[in-house]
Each structure stands twice: as C-alpha cells, then as structure tokens.
C-alpha cells in the first residue's frame, strides 16, 4: 500500500503554486459530451479522479489525450450510454454524468456512484429535479436507468443548494426544449465554472453565482477551450498547513476571490494575511488562537471540504474549540486517528469539541478519505518523531502532489511504496 513518510517538526517556508480545481474540472470532463466535436481543457490536474473520468468518457466512444496538463476530448461518436461500474465506483462525481448524458443521447445507465465515505450523500434530490425535465427513472439494486423521450424545460426547486444536482440540472437543461429556472442553486464555484464552460460553449445562462439560475434551452454546443480555475481546497490546505507549523507560505495561482471564509477564520486563528491579485502570503508565527465556534455551510460560508485539515491545526492550537458540521454527517472520522496521535477531541452528534494539546506524537496512521488524508498529513507536520500515513491513493484524488508540494515549502516528507 502507497503511503506518505513525515519527520515532523519542520516549520513550513516558502512558495508554491496551486493546481487546477478538482471540482471545478470533474464536471466539465462530463459537459464535454454535449459538445459534438473537440472540447480542450487546460490547467485540468493530474489526479486519480480525473483518470477515472477519462475512462469514462473513452467507455462510451470519446477519443482523449492527456499531455501535461492540456485535456483533449473528442466526443464527436458517441457509442454506448451504459457508464462502466469499475470507474463510476470510485467516485461520486460520476453521477454528473446522467445529466451530461440526458443532454445528448436522452439516456443513460449508471451504476450508483461511489468516493469517499463521509456521509450518506443520498441522490434523491438529482433524480427529482431531472424528472421536472421528463426523465423517467428505473432503479435496479445497483443501477439507474434513465430515459427521456425529449427534455422539456420546467421550473426546479432544490430543497438543499446541491452542487451536484444543480450541476445535473444544468447540463440536462442547455439543450432542452424551452426554459429551465432552478430556485435554491447552489452557488459554489465549481456551479459557476459548470455555466461559465457552457455559456462560451453556446448556452444561455442567466443569473450565474445566484440561487435562481435561467437556462435557455440551446440547439446545439459548439467546440471551446476552456482553463480549468485553481483549487481553492488544496490552496486552503497549504495555508492551515503554513499556520498549523507557524511557517511563512506564499501561494501562486492561488484563486484569492474563492476564499474569503477561510481568509477569515485564519486572522481569528492569529494569522497575517496579504492578499494581491493570484497571491496569498501567510504569516503563521503567531497562528495559534483557538475558534471558539466555527461551522460549516455553504458556499461562502466554510467549506466542509476543509473542515478536517482545520481540525489538525486546531488539535494544538491554545484553548478550546468548537467545529460544526452541518454537510455531511461522518465527516469526523479523522478525529479517531487524531486521537491515536495524542489529540483530545470529544464527538457528539454533528460536533467535534477540541482541546488544544502541546503536541502531537508521530505514529502509524491510515487515511479513510480524502479530506481526512489531507489532515494526517497536517499532523504529521505537526507531530514529534516519525508519522507514517496510509491511504495515499484517497489523497491523490485530489491533490496532484502533495508531498511534491509540500517539500517545496521545506518539509520532510517523502511517499513510499
């Protein structure tokens, strides 16, 4: 098993930039099937997820090449609308595609998606909203059939701001019949950068980063280049990082508009923030406040995405702290490993209570997820003595190199096999 090697205790200096987003990209590998022709995608990371959506994309007769960091799809032949499980399990950023797939041939067949384990992530709220649009489900133990004579455009309310409903909403939208109007959208990036690909595509979108997004249905797409935004994730896990060790971070490429909740709670944490236009610089000597209360929500609000790795830096941070979840519901599972390493973190219901230690003690660790991979590797940092974390392959779905990275910042870190 791939695993990451930490001598901890190094204080985190230096410069690196930031890669492509993974939720941005993810679902602009599914919208590229509505686009009869060559879609090229730029700045597109090199992580596993990206790889199994490639595979996706080659299953059903699209023609793609991957150099560098310049992604070229070819969906002119489509030839089969049945998505392979091996790859559809693995993650759920899978399920955009029975959206991608309604727009272009009206039907689909897709295992139920896999990824992390950190909650339920029911997929009711998709297959509702898509039924306003005239698909029609059938499910199977394992499988979802859907098919739609023709796409009609329907007002759509989302009882929650999903971002993957929304997503699949508008994908199945742009070449519909008539107008969509989708009240309660969910507005984080990764929507934004969806309609921003579509609209250069040919689509008609109006009300884009709102909650009530109007979709005009389209005849067709035509080709386009697009470059992918950078992650606001792996940019907010090298600043907890930089904090976490009291160290002095420059980030380039960083999407500095993204991130304003995260810039936020890292001043309440004791941080010096500069902020210039694609740099942050970060100052954490003096990082080392508790958060007496902090909850997750919605885009702008704290993302849960970071939650775990907050949680590492606030296992030594002076004081208590109290952090909220409010997406999904086991996304504490890290707190277990935490522990082991000598963490006091105190679980009830959907929140964690955190007392401050002096330190952390390095030890063997396993990654369960990807999130919660990311936060080890801020203990490991943390800790006294050798920390070993397991699990590598969840952490590469989403960072493309983060021991690469994080050498660059002058810690000692290295992967082994």
Same mark, same amino acid.
Do not use: W
């Given at each position: 098993?791939?695993?990451? $090697?930490?001598?901890?205790?190094?204080?985190?200096?230096?410069?690196?930039?930031? /890669?492509?987003?993974?939720?941005?990209?993810?679902?602009? *590998?599914?919208?590229?099937?509505?686009?009869?022709?060559?879609?090229?995608?730029?700045?597109?990371?090199?992580?596993?997820?990206?790889?199994?959506?490639?595979?996706?994309?080659?299953?059903?007769?699209?023609?793609?090449?991957?150099?560098?960091?310049?992604?070229?799809?070819?969906?002119?032949?489509?030839?089969?609308?049945?998505?392979?499980?091996?790859?559809?399990?693995?993650?759920?950023?899978?399920?955009?595609?029975?959206?991608?797939?309604?727009?272009?041939?009206?039907?689909?067949?897709?295992?139920?998606?896999?990824?992390?384990?950190?909650?339920?992530?029911?997929? $009711?709220?998709?297959l509702e909203a898509l039924k306003r649009l005239g698909v029609e489900f059938t499910e199977a133990e394992e499988t979802i059939q859907a098919k739609a004579g023709r796409l009609e455009g329907n007002e759509i309310f989302l009882p929650f701001p999903s971002v993957g409903a929304t997503q699949n909403v508008v994908l199945a939208a742009v070449l519909a019949k008539g107008t969509t109007v989708i009240k309660g959208?969910?507005?984080?990036?990764?929507?934004?950068?969806?309609?921003?690909?579509? &609209?250069?595509?040919?689509a008609k979108i109006h009300g884009i980063g709102t909650e009530i997004l109007e979709i005009e249905g389209v005849p067709f797409l035509k080709e386009i280049e697009f470059t992918v935004v950078p992650d606001r994730i792996v940019a907010g896990t090298y600043l907890l990082a930089g904090a976490a060790t009291r160290g002095a971070v420059l980030l380039e490429n960083a999407p500095v508009g993204q991130m304003d909740s995260l810039l *936020?709670?890292?001043?309440?944490?004791?941080?010096?923030?500069?902020?210039?236009?694609? &740099?942050?610089?970060?100052?954490?000597?003096?990082?080392?406040?508790?958060?007496?209360?902090?909850?997750?929500?919605?885009?702008?609000?704290?993302?849960? $995405?970071? &939650?775990?790795?907050?949680?590492?830096?606030?296992?030594?941070?002076?004081?208590?702290?109290?952090?909220?979840?409010?997406?999904?519901?086991?996304?504490?599972?890290?707190?277990?490993?935490?522990?082991?390493?000598?963490?006091?973190?105190?679980?009830?219901?959907? /929140?964690? *209570?955190?007392?401050?230690?002096?330190?952390?003690?390095g030890m063997k660790v396993t990654a369960e997820e990807l999130r919660g991979g990311a936060a080890l590797v801020i203990a490991g940092l943390l800790a006294e003595g050798r920390t070993k974390i397991e699990g590598l392959s969840y952490i590469e779905r989403g960072y493309e190199d983060i021991v690469r990275d994080l050498k660059c910042l002058g810690a000692k870190i290295e992967k082994s096999e």
């Amino acid at each position: 098993m791939k695993s990451i $090697d930490i001598t901890g205790g190094n204080t985190l200096c230096g410069e690196v930039s930031i /890669q492509g987003s993974k939720n941005a990209a993810l679902p602009l *590998l599914a919208a590229s099937v509505l686009i009869k022709g060559i879609t090229v995608i730029h700045n597109c990371p090199r992580i596993t997820d990206i790889f199994s959506m490639i595979k996706i994309l080659e299953s059903i007769g699209c023609k793609v090449r991957f150099t560098g960091h310049c992604l070229e799809i070819d969906a002119k032949d489509i030839t089969s609308t049945a998505l392979p499980a091996e790859y559809v399990k693995v993650m759920r950023s899978s399920i955009i595609f029975i959206g991608a797939m309604l727009g272009r041939e009206k039907e689909v067949s897709i295992h139920y998606p896999g990824g992390c384990v950190i909650g339920n992530r029911p997929i $009711d709220m998709h297959l509702e909203a898509l039924k306003r649009l005239g698909v029609e489900f059938t499910e199977a133990e394992e499988t979802i059939q859907a098919k739609a004579g023709r796409l009609e455009g329907n007002e759509i309310f989302l009882p929650f701001p999903s971002v993957g409903a929304t997503q699949n909403v508008v994908l199945a939208a742009v070449l519909a019949k008539g107008t969509t109007v989708i009240k309660g959208a969910a507005k984080e990036p990764e929507v934004t950068e969806v309609c921003r690909f579509l &609209q250069k595509a040919g689509a008609k979108i109006h009300g884009i980063g709102t909650e009530i997004l109007e979709i005009e249905g389209v005849p067709f797409l035509k080709e386009i280049e697009f470059t992918v935004v950078p992650d606001r994730i792996v940019a907010g896990t090298y600043l907890l990082a930089g904090a976490a060790t009291r160290g002095a971070v420059l980030l380039e490429n960083a999407p500095v508009g993204q991130m304003d909740s995260l810039l *936020l709670m890292l001043k309440n944490l004791g941080a010096k923030i500069h902020v210039e236009k694609g &740099q942050i610089f970060l100052n954490g000597e003096e990082a080392e406040r508790s958060i007496p209360f902090i909850e997750t929500r919605v885009y702008p609000g704290f993302p849960t $995405d970071l &939650q775990s790795p907050l949680m590492a830096v606030l296992a030594t941070a002076d004081g208590v702290s109290i952090i909220r979840e409010t997406i999904f519901e086991d996304r504490f599972r890290v707190a277990k490993e935490l522990n082991r390493m000598g963490g006091r973190i105190f679980l009830k219901e959907n /929140q964690a *209570l955190i007392y401050g230690v002096k330190k952390l003690k390095g030890m063997k660790v396993t990654a369960e997820e990807l999130r919660g991979g990311a936060a080890l590797v801020i203990a490991g940092l943390l800790a006294e003595g050798r920390t070993k974390i397991e699990g590598l392959s969840y952490i590469e779905r989403g960072y493309e190199d983060i021991v690469r990275d994080l050498k660059c910042l002058g810690a000692k870190i290295e992967k082994s096999e």
